[in-house]
């Protein structure tokens, strides 16, 4: 094979690459399993260390502090302003505690910018509607 082929080649190579529109990140990505296939191809070498995971490790769920379905009412003016769209756990992490919460029409997303307070598993923030401090109590239930 010619330069000018191997030239070719490669550059047919990198304009369908670059035709998907990738990122940066994945398009490193994506020649390092090429050239990691190469070698392993042309001298029988397996370039990717096997101890190395791809995936996090995965934190066991604590106990569930708010149920799904469960209503999240504020005990000063009684209006239902979340509701629980999946079971929140002990450790849950901050995005996916947020993103456990959908409002009732009219009411806003849950932000990290939010002001929470977690006591005994009793989760309660301000209410939007009358200003209570720490009234609407996000888990479904109240302090008894």
Known sequence: METKEIRDLAKAHADAIFAHKLTKAEVVMLLAVIAARVNQTLLGVNTINPVLKTEPPVKPLGAVIAS???????VMCAKHI???????HENTSVGDFIASFTPMPGYKLMTKQMKISNVDNNITTN???CGGEFTLYLAGRQIG
């Open 68 to 74: 799904k379905g469960s209503p999240c009412v504020c």
């Open 82 to 88: 979340y509701t629980v769209n999946k079971d929140i």
């Open 127 to 129: 209410c939007p509607d």
